[in-house]
């Protein structure tokens, strides 16, 4: 339904507390109160427990905070958000997230939970096989599908009504994927009566978000009581740079998002496939080669000609013929990245880009790599960025890499026994859930081989400079 008027009591509910929600969501449905349309709220809660201190922090501010954004040139904002404006406290069976989403007032559930969050294998089929999902399944509230067939379960006992599930991760055709895992489980659960109400009674636009958003240092808190007097206990930062596409298939209404400046349109595809392939997948590039090289932030490696030069000959060589032709200017966006990414002012760590590669291969890059092949070339741009990662987790491996590596889908034995075998890039390379098709083929094994040659080689010469 488009432009459709809701009740003033119309609630979006987010599933997700972390910075990105605050920084990019919750700014969009801001500056639609600060135009004076009043007419939706945000209700905020979370599947972790690990959320608790930031939502206490935000209840006792009323679920007020402050945004920073600044330039590359270094130029800062200060913007009070007021979007948020009910705080669901957390517990183990999430009861008062399922009354929210259950709660007729509620037409919108969103949710950030990270790719890794979905357990999806290389199909994009439900992981049934992780201790997560297992729970879930048992009946516990784990994981988004659990949460979510808790509500949807309790929504139709109450006769909630139709709603929206709103998935706002970097995951290809992210409604898609989700909506598919979600009747996956639905049907491991044998809960048919709810799987046949979600297919008739729910809508699952895809999306593509994009904000570089890293984790807050104690720095934001200071420079916001600075420049704005108010002591906020949990401010977010964010570049400057935003964009939100969403197609436009709400089933239950929505706010008016255009008024806002998200994008509104039949297909996220070109949009969500230069984003994913482009932007995410150098940005993993660049934080595991700048954390081999004992490089802290994004910038710093950005900055750096041969990192940098690794993220614009995956992008130039392999990625725009594989998008071409595109509405967007490939080339551009290419360079607009780059420049983001080199925002001194952002100081966005390796560490936080760095996380969850064993879901970002087969999501950001792998792709990249298939279609090389079928079009007959031989895709060695796009390799280097599976061999850095490969060095980077056998560093992790050795004990080395100077942070905690965070994985939503890491198998630490496997990968320990995989450093440990007799020829770990062929175990690497014929890994399904990495490579998908390409997983054991001997060229691919080949390429790789050549590839975690080539990265050794930058890596020695790097550290000699």
């Given at each position: 339904?488009?432009?459709?008027?809701?009740?003033?009591?119309s609630?979006?509910?987010?599933?997700?507390?972390?910075?990105?929600?605050r920084a990019h969501?919750?700014?969009?449905?801001?500056?639609?109160?600060?135009?004076?349309d009043?007419?939706w709220?945000?209700?905020?809660g979370?599947?972790?427990?690990?959320?608790?201190?930031?939502?206490?922090?935000?209840?006792?501010?009323?679920?007020?905070?402050?945004?920073?954004?600044?330039?590359?040139?270094?130029e800062?904002?200060?913007?009070?958000?007021?979007?948020i404006?009910?705080i669901?406290?957390?517990?183990?069976?999430l009861a008062?997230l399922?009354?929210?989403g259950?709660?007729?007032?509620?037409?919108?559930i969103?949710?950030?939970?990270?790719?890794?969050g979905?357990?999806?294998d290389?199909?994009?089929n439900?992981?049934?096989?992780?201790?997560?999902?297992?729970a879930?399944l048992?009946g516990?509230?784990r994981?988004?599908?659990?949460?979510?067939?808790h509500?949807?379960?309790?929504?139709i006992?109450?006769?909630?009504?139709?709603?929206?599930?709103?998935n706002?991760?970097?995951?290809?055709?992210?409604?898609?994927?989700?909506?598919?895992?979600?009747l996956q489980?639905?049907?491991?659960?044998?809960q048919?009566d709810?799987?046949?109400w979600v297919?008739?009674h729910t809508?699952s636009?895809?999306?593509?978000?994009d904000?570089?958003?890293?984790?807050?240092?104690?720095?934001?808190a200071?420079?916001?009581?600075?420049?704005?007097g108010?002591?906020?206990?949990v401010?977010?930062?964010?570049?400057?740079f935003?964009?939100w596409?969403?197609?436009?298939?709400?089933?239950a209404?929505?706010p008016?998002?255009?008024?806002?400046?998200?994008e509104?349109?039949?297909?996220?595809?070109?949009?969500?496939?230069?984003?994913?392939r482009i932007?995410n997948?150098?940005?993993?590039?660049?934080a595991?080669?700048?954390?081999?090289?004992?490089?802290r932030f994004?910038?710093?490696?950005?900055?750096?000609?041969?990192i940098?030069?690794m993220a614009?000959d995956?992008?130039?060589?392999?990625v725009?013929?594989?998008?071409?032709?595109?509405?967007?200017?490939?080339?551009?966006?290419?360079?607009?990245?780059?420049?983001r990414f080199?925002?001194?002012?952002i100081?966005?760590?390796?560490?936080?880009?760095?996380?969850?590669g064993?879901s970002?291969?087969?999501?950001?890059?792998?792709?990249t790599l298939?279609e090389?092949?079928q079009?007959g070339?031989?895709?060695r741009a796009?390799?280097?960025?599976?061999?850095?990662?490969?060095?980077?987790?056998?560093?992790?491996?050795?004990?080395?890499?100077?942070?905690?590596?965070?994985?939503?889908i890491?198998?630490?034995?496997?990968v320990?026994?995989l450093?440990?075998?007799?020829?770990?890039v062929?175990?690497?390379?014929a890994?399904?859930?990495?490579?998908?098709?390409?997983?054991?083929?001997?060229a691919f094994?080949?390429?790789?081989?050549?590839s975690?040659?080539?990265?050794?080689?930058?890596?020695?010469?790097?550290k000699?400079v």
């Amino acid at each position: 339904m488009k432009n459709a008027h809701q009740p003033q009591s119309s609630v979006w509910l987010h599933i997700g507390s972390g910075s990105f929600h605050r920084a990019h969501q919750a700014w969009y449905l801001h500056r639609l109160l600060a135009k004076g349309d009043n007419s939706w709220s945000i209700a905020l809660g979370n599947i972790r427990e690990d959320g608790v201190p930031l939502l206490n922090a935000l209840q006792a501010q009323g679920g007020k905070y402050v945004l920073e954004t600044v330039t590359p040139q270094g130029e800062r904002e200060y913007e009070t958000i007021t979007s948020i404006q009910k705080i669901i406290a957390w517990d183990n069976e999430l009861a008062a997230l399922v009354a929210q989403g259950a709660d007729p007032h509620t037409r919108v559930i969103s949710f950030t939970v990270t790719e890794g969050g979905y357990y999806l294998d290389n199909q994009f089929n439900l992981d049934q096989q992780n201790a997560d999902i297992q729970a879930d399944l048992q009946g516990a509230c784990r994981t988004i599908y659990g949460a979510i067939g808790h509500i949807l379960a309790r929504r139709i006992a109450l006769k909630g009504g139709d709603i929206t599930l709103l998935n706002c991760d970097n995951l290809r055709h992210n409604g898609e994927r989700f909506r598919h895992g979600l009747l996956q489980f639905l049907a491991l659960r044998q809960q048919h009566d709810i799987s046949d109400w979600v297919k008739n009674h729910t809508r699952s636009p895809n999306t593509m978000v994009d904000r570089i958003t890293p984790r807050p240092s104690p720095d934001v808190a200071v420079r916001v009581a600075q420049a704005t007097g108010f002591e906020d206990r949990v401010p977010v930062m964010g570049e400057a740079f935003i964009q939100w596409v969403i197609e436009d298939d709400f089933i239950a209404g929505r706010p008016h998002l255009e008024e806002a400046g998200v994008e509104m349109v039949e297909s996220v595809l070109p949009y969500e496939e230069a984003k994913i392939r482009i932007l995410n997948a150098s940005h993993s590039c660049i934080a595991w080669a700048g954390t081999l090289t004992g490089q802290r932030f994004i910038d710093e490696s950005t900055r750096t000609p041969s990192i940098c030069q690794m993220a614009y000959d995956y992008v130039t060589e392999d990625v725009i013929p594989s998008l071409t032709p595109s509405p967007l200017d490939l080339a551009r966006y290419r360079d607009v990245v780059l420049e983001r990414f080199s925002n001194p002012h952002i100081q966005d760590t390796n560490q936080r880009v760095a996380a969850d590669g064993f879901s970002k291969i087969p999501g950001f890059i792998t792709p990249t790599l298939q279609e090389c092949y079928q079009r007959g070339q031989t895709p060695r741009a796009t390799a280097m960025l599976p061999a850095l990662f490969f060095v980077f987790m056998q560093q992790w491996h050795l004990g080395l890499l100077p942070y905690e590596y965070q994985d939503g889908i890491l198998d630490a034995p496997a990968v320990h026994a995989l450093f440990s075998s007799a020829d770990p890039v062929a175990q690497f390379a014929a890994d399904e859930k990495l490579f998908a098709g390409l997983a054991g083929d001997k060229a691919f094994t080949e390429m790789m081989r050549q590839s975690v040659e080539r990265v050794r080689h930058w890596l020695n010469d790097a550290k000699r400079v």
